[in-house]
């Protein structure tokens, strides 16, 4: 069932004591090049660097001891890796992370960190999907997926929330779009605790499936694939699709150069530092001026786990 | 006369409307790491991205009309001139900044951006200082020095006196030294509010004036300049050694390769862009783990006016 208000609520008040009430940043400048007013909503100083440690915790501790008892397991090359390691290790749960064996060294050490077991295979998504089925058949741990499940979604949900209880209403919230985790919660709180906002994603044109998607009703696959925002590479799933379809009012696409220099603009004038991802949502709105011109905007900030040996600029 | 408290406290009043109350940060990763419990004062947040907007603008606001009728004009590798091209469009004053030609671009178009006059020389103090003498000569220009200048000096005080009001006492507070105007302002705010605190300041070993001439009283030139701490290079003024002989407890040196540690360990785990002048008191700090074991330590993160093209990793 999709969350109610009430599930998010609930969600809310479970990870409250794990993660953090993220702080809001404004700048003059920006809002003078934009000619919006925008609330930047910074999960780059989340737990883990992102905001999947909201849905990650979210889900973990929604287990029950019985499906905790074995374990927990997902594949991820990034950040949902991180959050999930993170929450089993709240609960003293064995975690079994499945990696692309291309996945970097410092991601990797980052999960074992947390006190999980990485498992690696190759880097295509059957052979993490398969490698996951066989962590299931061995040790009977319990999948979290990255995205298409209503836990992760109500975590991710509570991003939203908090920005609206901390600077009340908004004309326009933004959120990227992979697998569309972020932008069901984002939409589904708006819809409960700010219906007046217009929900509007930003995508990469070299993963643009979730636009199509969103137009035709099916899940669609992207024409091609090739973006620095490795994080929404992803395509929707059944849940995912329906909350975007119902809430969310539109998928302004955006190109990498200027992904590349959104992001750039906010590390320089901002002094913090995003992921190629997490820039998506403000290049759409550089490239869509018209559309947000004088409105207030909340942009949620989505992570800062960037290769700084390996930047764009 | 050396700045009282109730100086200090005017000059905060002067300045509120024009300057940000910066935000604390503290990282759990770092604390474990460091053995210390950290406040970050964030003065790459500040106006302009550095501490410098506080002592920038109480400088240009305690001037009279008659001194600023011809404008203001400093000497600055980077922050302190924005800070005054800064503070001269707050009050609708020419600024004429001499910059070395070897500052960053992004220093030298940031100034600019604020309505100032560069006027670009060779990167010596001498060029610097007679560039200065020739824009006094030629438009009867007021001289806001960086750092020699208790206007200056009370202005930087407000920072440390803000992280004192908003997290208390603290065991250490620490901040780099260049020419000494942070230095001094946090070493006063420290011993009228906070006496029982320690004030140790960090230096780059490639630029080590200031512990030279914190120990023999008389202002000494470092042996070699030569560190990515560009902020650092200057010499102490005869009114921050004063300050600093009998306010400070101590000046650490560190290296240039523990300074970009420092740096990227604070870009990596707390997400906030931060330059290499900024690191110096982290860096001192990782050096010397011992002296800070168990202690509750405030440092002032300078600036983050980086040049992104030019990073050091």
């Not at 609520?9 to 990870?15: G, M, P, S, T, V």
């Not at 959050?83 to 290790?89: E, P």
């Not at 708006?190 to 217009?198: D, N, R, V």
């Amino acid at each position: 069932m999709i969350p109610t208000l009430s599930i998010i609520q609930a969600a809310h008040e479970r990870i409250r004591p794990h993660v953090h009430r993220t702080p809001v940043l404004t700048c003059q400048t920006i809002n003078r090049m934009s000619g919006a007013e925008i609330y930047f909503k910074c999960e780059n100083f989340q737990k883990i660097g992102a905001f999947k440690a909201r849905g990650g915790v979210n889900a973990v501790l929604s287990l029950s001891p019985t499906e905790l008892k074995n374990g927990v397991t997902t594949h991820s090359s990034g950040n949902h890796a991180q959050a999930i390691a993170y929450a089993a290790g709240l609960v003293g749960a064995k975690a079994y992370i499945v990696m692309p064996r291309t996945a970097p060294q410092v991601k990797k050490d980052a999960v074992r960190g947390y006190g999980a077991e990485v498992i690696e295979c190759e880097p295509t998504l059957e052979a993490r999907e398969s490698t996951v089925d066989e962590v299931i058949a061995k040790y009977g741990a319990t999948m979290i997926h990255p995205f298409n499940d209503y836990r992760v979604i109500a975590g991710q949900a509570t991003a939203t929330k908090e920005l609206i209880e901390d600077y009340g209403k908004f004309d326009t919230i933004m959120a990227p779009v992979g697998g569309g985790g972020l932008l069901s919660g984002t939409a589904l709180a708006a819809h409960y605790l700010c219906p007046t906002a217009e929900v509007i994603a930003g995508e990469p044109e070299g993963a643009a499936d979730a636009v199509l998607s969103f137009k035709s009703g099916r899940i669609e696959k992207a024409p091609y694939i090739n973006t620095i925002a490795d994080g929404l590479m992803t395509n929707l799933g059944d849940k995912t699709i329906e909350i975007i379809r119902l809430h969310v009012k539109d998928i302004l696409l955006t190109s990498d150069p200027e992904i590349i220099a959104a992001m750039r603009l906010i590390w320089e004038r901002m002094k913090i530092v995003i992921e190629p991802s997490c820039a998506v949502p403000f290049a759409a709105l550089l490239r869509n001026k018209e559309r947000s011109a004088g409105k207030k905007v909340g942009i949620i900030l989505t992570g800062g786990n960037v290769d700084l040996g390996k930047l764009p600029f």
